[in-house]
């Protein structure tokens, strides 16, 4: 067996170290010290840049869909003062797998794009109940569906909400995926309110994400019928690495006790500052290589090169 190298660990792993000295100026100012390393000593102030992770929108857009629904009875029935509601859409169910519902396809020729169909998705809504005076009398539940399977179907409109609604959308990065019976099906992130561990949709995610704001048009309480008008916003949305200028910390404002309180130690650091974030990030990025002056951007993965020549050999 033969040794291992002074730059591995043991007989297997590699140690590999990124350097993360920094000047110490209050700690120790001299260079040689251990003390100017960030891990003992974190550099304070106030960068010029920040190295962040956001979120980005690569692509996005809206469409209008309106039904007319009936209102759940039991509403109607334990709240006789009812003049208004409310609507917030919670979550949406696009059906994603199923028969005559939502799906999402790779366009041939056109890797770079999506092709998003929505079709008998069930909207979950949050029913604020208001009284004449507009006070809130109770916040209920109860869902919906949007864009019928059928032309059949009674809430089938063909201009309002017609059986399903197609859009392509700019997706380079991929989108999220479901493991189906040992298939990977691509799926559709609602971004909605639900707190739930299992069903959880408050927490934005990778690849097609869907937002959903609800209004409603009309309301006829002797009917017991609501026309609820949502728009959908859909988006395709990849965590990058971006530098952004850095314009000085926030201090959120401190909240005053109302009442006076015996002086104490506590008391003291309680109604004092807040505290404040103040130790700086290091300088991580440098500047991306497949960027240069000139268009078309050069790609400099091998495959991916090899990949468009291949391409415009066939073409």
């Known amino acids: 067996m033969s040794k291992c190298k002074i730059s591995f660990d043991k007989c297997g792993g590699k140690v590999m170290r990124r350097a993360v000295d920094a000047v110490c100026p209050v700690c120790d100012p001299e260079p040689i010290s251990p003390l100017d390393d960030a891990c003992v000593c974190p550099p304070l102030g106030e960068p010029e840049l920040l190295t962040i992770v956001a979120p980005a929108v690569f692509d996005e857009c809206g469409i209008n869909l309106c039904k007319v629904t009936r209102i759940p009875e039991c509403i109607l029935a334990n709240y006789p003062t009812l003049a208004a509601i409310d609507v917030e859409v919670i979550d949406i169910d696009f059906n994603v797998g199923a028969p005559d519902a939502s799906e999402v396809n790779f366009i041939p020729r056109r890797p770079n794009c999506i092709r998003v169909t929505l079709s008998n998705i069930c909207v979950r809504f949050a029913v604020k109940l208001l009284d004449p005076d507009c006070r809130i009398l109770n916040t209920l539940c109860f869902s919906t569906e949007y864009l019928p399977p059928s032309e059949e179907d009674p809430d089938f409109d063909e201009e309002t909400n017609p059986t399903s609604i197609t859009v392509d959308l700019y997706a380079p990065y991929g989108v999220s995926y479901i493991d189906c019976c ?96 103040s130790v700086q990030p290091l300088e991580l990025c440098q500047k991306p290589k497949s960027f240069k002056k000139s268009f078309p951007v050069e790609d400099p993965t091998p495959s991916a090169v090899a990949g468009v020549e291949d391409r415009r050999k066939r073409c």
């Open 182 to 277: 040992n298939e990977c099906l691509p799926t559709i992130n609602f971004l909605g309110f639900v707190e739930d561990l299992e069903c959880r949709n408050n927490s934005l995610r990778q690849g097609l994400n869907v937002q959903a704001l609800a209004k409603v048009i009309e309301t006829d309480f002797e009917e017991g019928l609501a026309a609820i008008g949502i728009t959908l916003y859909l988006k395709t949305v990849y965590f990058v690495q971006y530098k952004i200028k850095h314009a000085g910390l926030c201090v959120p404002p401190k909240c005053l006790p109302v009442d006076d309180v015996v002086d104490d130690a506590c008391l003291k650091f309680v109604e004092g500052d807040l505290l404040e974030q």
